[in-house]
């Protein structure tokens, strides 16, 4: 625990020093990147791609990969892997995009990459039907069950009201990149799944979630850790989910967006799902927690069509 | 004559039959091979014929039965996986002790007879239970599920934990079997009899209890092909006689009891003066084979007994279950039909218990009454029936599970959802959940307005399937606020009316924010 909170440090401090030393840089440094920010943005959003293609030009725009992780790092990718659906049904996460980022990290120097999620339904089969089992192990990822408890380990929340102690999958402990890639759906509960709501799939008792302030619990996860990229495949989204029951329902929207800010993630992908932000009531919890900025406005969002 | 090898012919078809039957109860093989490895066993096929007139199973079985009546009984010692368990353990002990012989001993023929009786009526009053109990293979099946998969099981969850914290994740944690005492009981009863018989006896079980050897038996007693001994070159020398697992040869008397005999083959390979052998035997005087068949007055008159004293109880039983239950019991697997045909063909082999991903199938003690114990039921506290699943239907030996289509499955309503508002999270403690609505496949369970930004569940029972999603996974507390009313006969659920599609597909739209 220690040693990795160093290293974050270490790590955090020395991306300040190269940004800053970017910004006072000279004018020949700056006339290298043509885009107008020099600055690196807060969010980036791509659109009309593949996944894979979409991918590509906003870790790009970031300054690639190698701006999370340092060679020889282990990385954990969570995607999404709740329900028995085929990669048409969009209730999982892209398994070409999750197997591009699991590429990504290997070529950004990553020792190790896991990708797990805890499944709503039957884990085996859920990973392999849902397509990102296949996908991830062909880019040499390691493919991690979470359908059992002993993979958890009880951590404290700081700061957390009701969200006090939480049982965490060892990975999320274990890891030193922490990857994020959640699926934008409509969900019958909380409205919208994306972002935030993805990580309750590295937690063991969702019941307790749902039984204590659902909204209030997924907002003050990541006071425990957050994550330090999240990735939202917006490629084809469910407009009556989490569950993909009718193919009707999916509509293919062409885009992906990426950031370190999860909140202000889930209040874009709110307006690309048609959703009024107010009535997720986690966007405004997190907010107000400090997980995020939810106003828009004051980021810099790079926009990008391909 | 038949020439060759026949005893190594025996071991490998064992061998190998016996290791698919194994497979058969996890996860290696493809569901379509083990429906079809488990269509070599005699009393599945036998039920399903008699309680679906399935033409297959018929055919099958009159070909196992033209198949005694040729070689004999062949079935125990090729195919019978409780066989395969009895030659193991005969062979452990041969291995471990220096010397095992096996000696003459008469036949059981009043014990055998009796069982077999008892195990006819209880069939034609309707019930196949204890011919389902005492079947070798159903037997067997509950062998692996209490003996050999908890051993499997353990053996892979401190592998896997090894494994994983040298940051190798290739193993997956398997749920342990539940365990009750109660079901255990006479199951241990029968499994040390068997243990106990076939380490001092051979397979004295198939030629005592087992009801399906003495029918096999009966078959065999004229076989086409029978052991038989050459007289005028056998020297009683005992040999064959020490190493037959069945103790039907009287190397005295240099006479065998084909009815008891298993066809293992031991006795071939053995003789010096190659007086025994595996043939066609020559036409003998009648009083030879007369000696065989020693039915008595006095058998016949113990058996009769024992038909009315059966009868008896099976109609006492009859009465017993006649009111109305007090009670719902739990769902049946879908493809059951009803819970009477259900509780009829199942022989509690826990084959589709061992093959349930997510373990909602578990053996039942009294849920299903006197008639039905220990059959598997579902328990939706353990975990509910996954919507695109139909592993149990299409393994099921017996039938009890019809072997419908994914499709034909999708709507077979076992039971119906039941919202109890007052135990539910939103109307307690006003904070959201859904979870019920989140899991459900059919749209049975969906979530309307209620308080402000707050939302309920509200259930459509006609488009429910029964699966208990909702039920496993409500997180109200101490009671669950949705649970599944069982249908005791199955229906068809309906399936709700989509919208049409939200928006056309592909749109190349600017970005919203």
Sequence with gaps: MNRRDFFKKAFSLMAVAGISSITKSTPLFAAEKDSENIKTPDLIAVKNGTPEKMFDEGIKAFGGMEKFIRKGQTVVVKPNIAWIANPEGAADTNPALVKRIVEHCFGAGASRVYVFDHTCDDSITTYRVSGIEKAAKEARATVVQANKESYYQEVRVPGAHTLKNVKVHELILESDVFINVPILKHHGSTRMTCALKNLMGVVWDRGYYHRTDLERCIAEFPLYRKPDLTIVDAYNILTDGPRSRSLKDVVRKNMQLLSKDMVALDVASSKILGEEVENIKYIKIGHDLGIGNSNLEELNIKRITL | ?513
């Design chain 2, 1 to 513: 004559m038949i020439k060759g090898n026949l005893k190594l012919l025996r071991v490998s078809f064992e061998i190998i039959l016996f290791a698919f039957i194994i497979f058969s109860f996890f996860r290696f093989l493809p569901e379509k091979l083990k429906a079809i490895t488990l269509k070599t066993q005699i009393i599945p096929l036998l039920i399903s014929f008699l309680a679906e007139g399935f033409f297959l199973s018929l055919l099958l079985f009159v070909l196992f039965m033209l198949l005694t009546i040729i070689f004999g009984r062949i079935y125990c010692s090729f195919f019978c996986p409780l066989g395969g368990f009895q030659d193991i353990l005969i062979r452990i002990k041969r291995k471990t002790k220096k010397i095992t012989k096996f000696s003459y001993h008469k036949p059981l023929t009043l014990l055998k007879l009796t069982i077999l009786i008892f195990a006819i009526i209880s069939i034609i009053s309707g019930s196949l239970y204890l011919i389902g109990y005492l079947d070798p293979y159903s037997f067997f099946g509950r062998i692996v599920n209490y003996l050999l998969k908890p051993a499997i099981v353990i053996i892979n969850n401190s592998g896997e934990l090894i494994l994983r914290k040298a940051n190798i994740y290739a193993l997956h944690i398997m749920t342990l079997p539940t365990f009750n005492p109660l079901a255990l009981t006479p199951f241990i009863l029968i499994l040390g009899t068997i243990i106990y018989f076939s380490l001092k006896r051979g397979r004295l079980y198939c030629n005592s209890i087992c009801p399906l050897g003495t029918i096999l038996g009966i078959f065999s007693i004229r076989s086409f092909y029978r052991i038989e001994i050459d007289k005028s070159s056998c020297t009683s020398c005992g040999i064959c006689e020490s190493v037959c697992k069945a103790e039907c040869i009287n190397s005295i008397d240099k006479t065998v009891d084909n009815s008891s005999c298993i066809r293992c083959f031991n006795c071939l390979n053995v003789c010096t003066f190659s007086a025994i052998k595996y043939k066609r035997p020559i036409k003998k005087k009648k009083t030879d084979n007369k000696k065989t068949q020693n039915l008595s007055r006095r058998n016949f008159l113990y058996s009769f007994f024992g038909i009315l004293g059966f009868s008896g109880i099976n109609l006492l039983l009859r009465n017993k279950k006649s009111p109305i239950k007090p009670y719902l019991p739990p769902p049946t697997p879908p493809g059951s039909i009803n819970l009477e045909e259900y509780i009829s063909k199942c022989t509690a082999c826990y084959l589709c218990v061992n093959n349930c991903p997510t373990n909602v199938l578990q053996p039942s003690l009294f849920q299903y009454g006197l008639k039905g114990v220990f059959i598997p039921h579902m328990d939706f506290y353990s975990g509910y029936c996954s919507y695109d699943c139909i592993k149990c239907l299409e393994v099921c030996p017996t039938d009890a599970i019809l072997p419908y289509t994914k499709e034909e499955k999708k709507k077979i309503q076992i039971g119906t959802v039941k919202f109890i508002k007052d135990f539910c999270v939103v109307y307690r403690n006003n904070t959201n959940c859904g979870a019920c609505a989140e899991i459900c496949p059919t749209a049975a369970v969906t979530m309307k307005p209620y308080k402000g930004l707050l939302l309920i569940p509200t259930t459509t029972p006609s488009f429910c399937i029964g699966c208990g999603a909702c039920q496993n996974v409500c997180p109200a507390k101490p009671e669950k606020a949705i649970v599944v009313k069982t249908n005791i006969v199955h229906k068809e659920a309906k399936k709700p009316k989509r919208k049409r599609a939200t928006q056309q597909k592909e749109i190349k739209e600017d970005f919203p924010f």
